[in-house]
């Protein structure tokens, strides 16, 4: 909902984009403008609003794809993703000394230099479903730096420490991000981070069936933790209503 107006955007299966507004189909050109429009914003600006990343596989390897075409990587090089999110985000979490992302026959791959002074190139999708995701989704960020991240199970396929450095590199940076989350671990990484002005949000299901928000702040979340109460399992959560 934009200004009072339905708005709905779909990815088809061959990668196009198809939109609605108040149930008309739109142009994806056509789209653009009326939101820039709508919200007094020039047309580049309004794919920078908000990004959306899903758990979703099919999704990753559209971004993927998209990311590695020579016009969107230029742009990607011109903003210095390509070596910042390795060094800032990747490298926090692998022991392998990568030292930059680029593209070499049409796949995205980590230049990697060995012990011995050799220097080889890893595909991304060969180094696991969690760095290759958080690779590809940190390109994207860094390169476009939306106003708004809103990130979907953000610990799917991610280990302790990958999901550590994502956090971390979220909280350093000049965005709003909206987490979800099923996952302990990231919880008690963000306890330990304290990202500024952070807070949890409890989603428990009512005796009507429909989903009751309780607001932690993380001083609250971390003294449920010390008394090793889990906030996943706790029926009635003492924290403020939600909005």
Same mark, same amino acid.
């Given at each position: ?28 050109? @056509? ?15 309004? @794919? ?23 016009? $969107? ?8 993703? $390509? !070596? ?21 026959? $049409? ?17 991304? /999708? ?14 994207? %960020?860094? !390169? ?23 956090? @971390?590199?979220? /909280? ?7 987490? !979800? ?24 299901? @009512?005796?009507?069936?429909? %989903? ?5 702040? %993380? ?25």
């Amino acid at each position: 909902m934009v200004h009072g107006r339905k708005i709905k955007r779909a990815l088809s299966k061959s990668g196009s984009i198809a939109s609605w507004m108040d149930g008309e189909y739109t142009p994806s050109k @056509g789209y653009m403008s009326r939101i820039a429009s709508l919200l007094n914003i020039s047309t580049d600006d309004v @794919g920078k609003l908000a990004f959306l990343l899903p758990n979703d596989s099919y999704l990753l390897r559209k971004m993927a794809s998209e990311l590695s075409k020579e016009d $969107n990587w230029s742009l990607v090089e011109k903003s210095g993703a $390509n !070596t910042a999110v390795v060094r800032d985000l990747i490298s926090k979490a692998v022991h392998d000394r990568f030292t930059e992302a680029t593209v070499r026959f $049409n796949s995205i791959v980590l230049r990697k230099e060995l012990p011995d002074g050799r220097v080889i190139y890893v595909k991304a /999708a060969d180094l696991g479903d969690g760095v290759e995701c958080v690779l590809i989704y940190g390109l994207w %960020l860094e !390169t476009y730096r939306p106003r708004v991240v809103l990130w979907d199970d953000i610990e799917a396929s991610a280990h302790p420490g990958l999901i550590e450095a994502v956090l @971390g590199w979220l /909280a350093n940076r000049d965005w709003q991000v909206v987490l !979800t989350t099923h996952s302990y671990d990231v919880l008690e990484r963000l306890v330990a981070i304290e990202p500024e002005d952070a807070s949890v949000v409890v989603l428990k299901k @009512g005796p009507d069936d429909v %989903l009751e928000p309780k607001v932690l702040s %993380l001083d609250e979340l971390r003294d449920m933790m010390e008394s090793h109460v889990d906030v996943r399992k706790v029926v009635d959560i003492q924290g403020s209503q939600g909005p």
